[in-house]
């Protein structure tokens, strides 16, 4: 199990981030995924979402505890995912979000919050280097977040951060939130870039209506862009958190994204919506 030994407060703001991210204005309750890994697989922590290995990244997986060649977070001890560089483009995790259905007025979920604590070691090239998830589950095509060797975020022309929001060797919180007709990205709580989007386009996503897998993580076609890297958490949150509540939440926590742990946090999540019948959208093309 993860060490568990970290200050009531830093508890305390875990506790009341989760709360921001599940008490939502209206009458919407947001759905809520996290994975952190605490059981060395790939079972969910938080919710009710299923992740996959794609291709044969199982056999190329390992889950182990920080301490050693890996850094702590925060002086904590944590567990951690280790992806490797895939070459083959049949590989990656796949992510199923079973209790979200379309939102943001579209026919496909546009207002989402996708969070990674994540440490990428040296040495980076200077390209891309780390895809971290494409909105097509099948990877037929590029990636829709990315990190480049220079430190910087993001995907296609006007839409990267600037350099150096990332450095080698470091724990960060990487947060990409889409509200339907903008994106936003944050590193350790604070935005490094807010861009447009298009309502249904490029960065929408399958919901449970559509049959199949809804997101691929951690590869692109090609097997030339790839980078190994650590994961301490990820969480999905089918609304586009505010700058406030990703400030709220801060860096990576040895502890996860969302919560201490699920039996402690009374989390309100998404009635489920019948699952669908096949999957019948194209993508837009990439930017």
Known sequence: MRNRAVVIGQIKKLALGAVAVVLLTGSAIAATYEWTFNSGNLSPGVGSGIMSYAGASAGLTTFGTTGGGVPNIGGNAANFMHVPAFTSAANGYNLEFVSTGPNGGGSYVNNYTIIFDILVPSPWPMNYIVPFFNTDPGNGNDADFYLYGDGEIGIGGGGYSAPGVMAPDTWYRVAFVNSGTSLSYYVNGTSVKTRSATLDGQFALY???????????FNEPTGLYTHE?????????????????????????AMGILVPEPSTMSLVLLGLVGVG?????GKSSRL
């Open 229 to 253: 890297l650590y994961l301490n958490s990820v969480a999905f949150i089918d609304y586009a958190m505010t700058g406030g509540e990703l400030s709220a939440l801060g860096g990576p926590s």
């Open 207 to 217: 919901s449970n209506l559509d049959a199949g897998h809804d997101l691929r993580l």
């Open 277 to 281: 019948a096949m999957r019948f959208r």
